[in-house]
């Protein structure tokens, strides 16, 4: 079997951690693989195996002359042009990721793919609604896997990164060079000292900060809720552009020095077992959230909105408590399920054993293959 994976995105997000599991996935079911990639994404490399061929491709377009002669298995994790898209259909068995729910969108280049799979139900349906019918029934869930983090595996976790900056822009490029002396102005990072849990409920952020979260718009409900409890803090452990980071700081004004942002971590398995509670964003436009899946896998309940798809990604009263969204009840749920949090006592969500095999890296090995199998037939 020979599968062409394309991932032409820039930067490491939630759909090139997901093209890592896939890759290695079809690697350990003994396929041959041609990656292709973005010039100078480096962090591939770590990828390498002796079945996999790793290309850099500018654009879709660019790959045309290069695919193989042979009939193949096509698989993208990003966009590609219609053009690329009907030429790869015509010669080869053309499939896809939707990472992204379509809620108010059109399905684009993916209704030309002869398969698309959907991380999530709520994924799949959201592209049923937008008119795809040529979707995989079966969600495609991402797996825990904290071997895709690289680097020494230090156990304390010091401050990092709290920006990322858009190289195309003028004033990134300067904040970038001066980032360290404009720290005090640009919101900062901790002291730079290990972090250490603080007395009373912490709550935390583990995830880039950006649209697809929504934790500005989050927080600007519930942060007034979090505020009126002296003995709650909120500690930040991700990365953004400058505009994300600077509004849900601005939400976050009401808890003062109860917020700490501690920047990009290179391994949030250090992390989660030192926060009482994990927090997610709003829900619309999150496909999966692999890092509510890494929470409750060290045994970190979860704070969520009671909505798809962190309805498939939890267990309410078992692997955290779901609270009604905080822009259709100003926060009063929320404040209900805070209550409850800080009575106890703590659920620990390793008890849903079943719930959480879902998320495993057997279940999500066994899914490729049942895949691989279904693409070889129709090959």
């Given at each position: 079997?020979r599968?062409?994976?394309?991932?032409?995105q820039?930067?490491?997000?939630?759909a090139?951690v997901?093209?890592r599991?896939f890759?290695?996935a079809?690697?350990?079911?003994?396929?041959?693989?041609?990656?292709?990639?973005?010039p100078?994404?480096?962090?591939?490399?770590?990828?390498?195996?002796?079945?996999?061929?790793?290309?850099?491709?500018?654009?879709?377009d660019?790959?045309?002359?290069?695919l193989?002669?042979q009939?193949e298995?096509?698989?993208?994790h990003?966009?590609?042009?219609?053009?690329?898209?009907e030429?790869?259909?015509a010669?080869?068995?053309?499939?896809g990721?939707c990472?992204?729910?379509?809620?108010?969108?059109?399905?684009?280049?993916?209704?030309?793919?002869?398969?698309?799979?959907g991380?999530?139900?709520?994924?799949?349906?959201?592209a049923?609604?937008?008119?795809?019918?040529?979707?995989?029934?079966?969600?495609?869930?991402g797996?825990?896997?904290?071997?895709?983090?690289?680097?020494?595996?230090?156990?304390?976790?010091l401050?990092?990164?709290?920006y990322?900056?858009?190289?195309?822009k003028?004033?990134?490029?300067?904040?970038?060079l001066?980032e360290?002396?404009?720290?005090?102005?640009?919101?900062?990072l901790s002291?730079?000292?290990p972090?250490v849990?603080?007395a009373?409920?912490?709550l935390?952020?583990?995830s880039?900060?950006?649209?697809?979260?929504?934790f500005?718009?989050l927080?600007?409900?519930i942060?007034p809720v979090?505020?009126?409890?002296?003995d709650?803090c909120?500690?930040?452990?991700?990365?953004?552009g400058?505009r994300?980071v600077a509004d849900l700081?601005?939400?976050?004004r009401?808890?003062?020095?109860?917020?700490?942002?501690?920047?990009?971590?290179?391994?949030?398995?250090?992390?989660?077992?030192?926060?009482d509670?994990?927090?997610?964003g709003?829900?619309e436009?999150?496909?999966?959230g692999?890092?509510?899946l890494e929470?409750?896998?060290?045994g970190?309940?979860?704070?969520?909105?009671?909505?798809?798809?962190?309805?498939e990604?939890?267990?309410?009263g078992?692997?955290?408590?779901?609270?009604?969204?905080?822009?259709?009840?100003?926060?009063?749920?929320f404040r209900r399920v805070?209550?409850?949090a800080r009575?106890?006592?703590?659920?620990d969500?390793r008890t849903?054993a079943?719930?959480?095999?879902?998320?495993?890296r057997?279940?999500?090995?066994a899914?490729?293959?049942r895949?691989a199998?279904a693409?070889?037939?129709?090959?």
């Amino acid at each position: 079997m020979r599968a062409s994976v394309i991932n032409l995105q820039p930067g490491m997000g939630g759909a090139e951690v997901y093209t890592r599991f896939f890759v290695r996935a079809l690697l350990d079911l003994d396929c041959e693989v041609r990656l292709y990639v973005r010039p100078g994404e480096t962090h591939w490399a770590t990828l390498a195996h002796p079945r996999l061929q790793i290309e850099a491709a500018v654009d879709s377009d660019a790959l045309i002359a290069r695919l193989p002669a042979q009939r193949e298995w096509i698989v993208t994790h990003a966009p590609v042009s219609q053009h690329f898209a009907e030429h790869a259909r015509a010669h080869h068995l053309l499939t896809g990721f939707c990472h992204m729910p379509l809620a108010g969108r059109q399905p684009g280049v993916l209704a030309a793919y002869d398969r698309v799979y959907g991380v999530s139900d709520y994924v799949i349906a959201t592209a049923r609604a937008a008119g795809l019918i040529n979707l995989d029934p079966e969600p495609c869930y991402g797996m825990v896997d904290f071997q895709r983090y690289a680097g020494a595996a230090d156990a304390r976790v010091l401050p990092g990164p709290v920006y990322s900056w858009d190289r195309r822009k003028f004033r990134d490029r300067a904040y970038g060079l001066l980032e360290g002396a404009l720290r005090p102005l640009l919101g900062g990072l901790s002291p730079p000292a290990p972090y250490v849990k603080r007395a009373g409920l912490t709550l935390g952020i583990v995830s880039g900060i950006g649209p697809i979260k929504q934790f500005d718009v989050l927080f600007r409900h519930i942060a007034p809720v979090l505020a009126a409890e002296p003995d709650v803090c909120l500690e930040v452990f991700g990365w953004g552009g400058y505009r994300s980071v600077a509004d849900l700081r601005a939400a976050l004004r009401p808890l003062g020095s109860r917020v700490r942002f501690w920047g990009l971590q290179a391994h949030p398995e250090h992390i989660y077992p030192q926060l009482d509670y994990l927090m997610s964003g709003l829900p619309e436009k999150e496909a999966l959230g692999l890092n509510i899946l890494e929470a409750q896998s060290l045994g970190t309940p979860v704070l969520a909105v009671a909505a798809p798809p962190f309805t498939e990604t939890m267990v309410d009263g078992v692997t955290g408590f779901l609270y009604r969204d905080p822009r259709q009840d100003q926060g009063a749920d929320f404040r209900r399920v805070l209550a409850r949090a800080r009575a106890g006592p703590r659920p620990d969500p390793r008890t849903a054993a079943d719930h959480l095999a879902r998320f495993s890296r057997q279940a999500y090995s066994a899914r490729v293959a049942r895949m691989a199998e279904a693409a070889r037939q129709a090959l």
